[in-house]
């Protein structure tokens, strides 16, 4: 079993900085396929950015250069380095876990934290 508890959200304008991170619990973090997918209210959850047990990335085309994945096993924490943030990355953002390969396919995570709210200002 493992438990994700997203942190970092908040509201800041357009091209500030934000730092999520999601804190997991269980053993065997390191060999877990992580990812974080964002939803906008009255839009369906969408892949933001994900990262394998080799720490090999990826990102959906709306945010590459501007966001930033990164893990770090001893800490069992994985974090998204968001920059020159836009209005319409608000969403929810939510952290996922799933043992195996890396998938941008939300119904493929086992695990989910409750989400951490960001907005962004013009």
């Known amino acids: 079993q493992v438990q994700l508890v997203e942190s970092g959200g908040g509201l800041v304008q357009a091209g500030g900085s934000l730092r999520l991170s999601c804190a997991a619990s269980g053993r065997t973090f390191s060999s877990y396929a992580m990812a974080w997918f964002r939803q906008a209210p009255g839009k369906e959850r969408e892949f933001v950015a994900g990262i394998d047990w080799r720490s090999i990335t990826s990102y959906a085309d709306s945010v590459k250069g501007r966001f930033t994945i990164s893990r770090d096993n001893a800490k069992k924490t994985v974090y998204l380095q968001m920059n020159s943030l836009k209005p319409e990355d608000t969403a929810l953002y939510y952290c996922?876990?799933?043992?195996?390969?890396?998938?941008?396919?939300?119904?493929?995570?086992?695990?989910w934290g409750q989400g951490t709210q960001v907005t962004v200002s013009s």
């Open positions: 996922a876990a799933r043992g195996g390969s890396f998938t941008s396919w939300s119904n493929d995570y086992t695990y």
